[in-house]
């Protein structure tokens, strides 16, 4: 890997980025674009210079470090610089992460050091809080070399939205030293996120701050956040925007996993076989859900939404990873609690692969009713297997008026009902699986399809797939009379 890569943002600024400026091991920008800096955005953690050799990843636009341990403290670092398919404004994100690998806290200063390429004329333009004077209120600045504009590009860096304030700053000739100070609990990571753009006007760098240093929601939809995981995002603590809800988590006996989110849609988290996977009329009929339980010791996770009449009818949703079958299965209850008959008229699934260009590869049918009862999509038509997994997707019929489409890399699946009287209960099965090759995924499309253990459900009517364990007693011959 190399020490050093040029990376371009945007608007066209390059950003050099260095793994040895002044001294080996201090990883930042060296000299940017026309001498913005002089050494810009190097980090010191508890004293200790953070550098080393970098990848390129992201397309090109992101230097990812290699990790340094520093006293017990594991510290990452990447830099991103903006697509300009994503937005016109061009900066630099840098995102540092510090992971306590001990069994104790530990408390650390963490410091951002920039000398700017002012060659003694620094001004500050602008600060966060409206003035030109730095202080710990602040959570960003802009500098140039002449308060109207220089020779040097104005550079804008941002560093929060106020959520979290840095423990001191400090100004020597030209260089700006921010500390903030961390603590970690044992096996705790926390992350700090930085912005940086460089400007031909002070005037635009004064612009930027004010929406850098801001907790403004587009920074979902501008690119300040392209690539970053949501582990990452969950872990940054000074900007207050950038978190998202964490999917309950569920891993297949093959290591797959699964993610169920708070709205119950269900998604691969490892690959794209499946963006989403929903029933959306129960999410329309009956809003979101109330609860989503993880059960650990059974590998399920749970979804609990109420609606219908008197609000007393609970559909819930138990998605499980089925011991050493590579298959997540779905159990959809519907329980009418309420003094009225309950109407769904059809139930609505839908699926979405991310697989491209998505393909039906195959579909099996009811011998009952002649209709689509499970599918393999892939983005291989000879179901040999491409860049994706392979998704299969088995749901049963619930007669033939079952309706299934298929466009675009959606899956559409209709299954009609009758209404439920008080105290009724209805029941729907699912089951998904991913494979590394299209053929794999027939395989489980026949097994799935397939009458048998895998398919119970509870003590109640399961629509669409005929399971002889669900089936009154009278159905089958006592355990010592074993069918001739």
């Known amino acids: 890997m190399p020490s050093s890569v040029d990376l371009t943002d945007s608007e066209g600024f390059v950003w050099d980025i260095d793994s040895n400026i002044n001294v080996d091991n201090s990883l930042g920008i060296r000299d940017g674009t026309d001498d913005a800096f002089d050494g810009g955005m ?104 002449f308060d109207t504009g220089g020779d040097d590009p104005a550079v804008m860096i941002a560093y929060g ?25 044992p096996g705790e990571t926390q992350s700090l996120l930085q912005f940086a753009t460089q400007n031909t006007a002070s005037s635009q760098g004064n612009s930027d701050l004010t929406f850098f240093a801001s907790d403004d929601p587009l920074f979902e939809f501008l690119g300040l956040l392209e690539g970053l995981t949501a582990e990452e995002r969950n872990s940054v603590v000074n900007y207050s925007n950038v978190a998202v809800e964490t999917p309950a988590t569920l891993i297949d006996s093959e290591g ?26 129960f999410r329309q009929n009956f809003g979101n859900p109330v609860s989503v339980t993880e059960d650990a010791a059974n590998n399920a996770v749970t979804v609990v939404t109420t609606g219908g009449p008197e609000g007393l009818v609970t559909v819930t949703s138990t998605y499980r990873a089925l011991d050493d079958q590579g298959v997540i299965r779905l159990v959809v209850s519907v329980t009418n609690g309420s003094s009225l008959t309950a109407t769904i008229p059809t139930l609505n699934s839908v699926t979405t692969t991310g697989a491209s260009p998505a393909t039906l590869v195959s579909q099996l049918f009811s011998p ?117």
């Open 368 to 484: 009952q009713f002649g209709v689509p009862t499970g599918v393999v999509l892939d983005d291989s038509e000879s179901g040999t297997g491409g860049t994706v997994p392979a998704l299969t997707v088995a749901y049963g019929a619930t007669g033939p008026d079952t309706t299934s489409g298929f466009s675009g890399g959606t899956l559409t699946v209709g299954m009609q009902n009758q209404g439920l009287v008080p105290g009724q209960t209805r029941g729907y099965l699912f089951f998904f699986a991913v494979n590394d090759t299209g053929l794999a995924a027939l395989a489980d499309l026949a097994r799935l399809n397939t009458p048998g253990p895998a398919g119970t459900g509870g003590p109640f009517t399961v629509r669409g797939f005929v399971i002889p364990e669900l089936r009154p007693d009278r159905s089958r011959p006592p355990a010592d009379h074993p069918r001739r």
């Open 42 to 145: 190097i980090l010191r953690v508890n004293g200790v210079l953070i550098g080393g050799n970098v990848s390129v990843d992201e397309g090109g636009r992101e230097a990812n470090m290699v990790p340094q341990l520093v006293g017990g403290i594991a510290v990452t670092r990447s830099i991103y610089v903006s697509d300009p398919a994503l937005t016109t404004t061009g900066f630099a994100r840098f995102l540092e992460s510090f992971t306590n690998t001990t069994d104790e806290t530990f408390t650390i200063t963490v410091e951002t050091i920039t000398n700017s390429g002012a060659d003694g004329g620094l001004q500050f333009t602008a600060t966060s809080d409206g003035d030109t004077n730095l202080t710990v209120l602040d959570t960003g600045f802009v500098t140039d070399d």
């Open 256 to 281: 797959n996993r699964w993610g169920i989110d708070d709205q119950g849609t269900l998604s691969t988290l490892d690959s794209e076989a499946l963006s989403s996977f929903s029933i959306e009329e």
């Open 161 to 185: 939205d106020g959520t979290f304030l840095p423990s001191s700053t400090f100004l020597l000739d030209d260089e700006i030293t921010i500390t903030h100070t961390l603590t970690l609990a």
